[in-house]
């Protein structure tokens, strides 16, 4: 049973990137999903996360308007598309499954690096 996510990498100012959280030995469509991130120095932040019963999102105040949480039940996936990149999102990025939102800590995976850079 684990949670895998992938889709890190370098970003640019402005640009985009996609992160998957991919399940393994559940099914993802059970349970709320979220991201939390990690930078350089600080404490894990709540980013975002999505309920399973109704679907409802939530977002951190700071990725609010420019992040945007899905899922894809077939595929046992949940996405975080990340526009309008800031140097500031440059984190550790996990995910982290469990019976609603926030309470996502039943599985957690490791995570994926992305920095944000010129």
Same mark, same amino acid.
């Given at each position: 049973?684990?949670?895998?996510a ?6 640019r100012?402005?640009? &985009?990137?996609?992160? /998957? ?7 993802s469509a059970? %349970? ?5 991130r990690?930078a ?8 975002s ?7 409802v999102? &939530?977002?951190a105040? &700071? ?5 945007t949480? /899905?899922?894809?039940n077939?595929?046992?996936?949940? %996405? ?5 990149l ?7 990025? /996990?995910?982290?499954?469990g019976?609603?939102?926030p309470?996502?800590?039943?599985y ?6 992305v920095?944000? &850079?010129?």
């Amino acid at each position: 049973v684990q949670l895998q996510a992938s889709g890190g990498g370098l970003g640019r100012p402005g640009g &985009s990137l996609r992160l /998957s959280c991919t399940a393994s030995g559940f099914r993802s469509a059970d %349970y709320a999903v979220g991201w939390f991130r990690q930078a350089p120095g600080k404490g894990r932040e709540r980013v975002s996360c999505i309920n399973t019963n109704d679907g409802v999102t &939530s977002y951190a105040d &700071s990725v609010k308007g420019r992040f945007t949480i /899905s899922r894809n039940n077939a595929e046992n996936t949940v %996405y975080l598309q990340m526009d309008s990149l800031k140097p500031e999102d440059t984190a550790v990025y /996990s995910c982290g499954a469990g019976p609603r939102c926030p309470l996502i800590h039943k599985y957690y995976g490791r995570g994926t690096q992305v920095t944000v &850079s010129s």
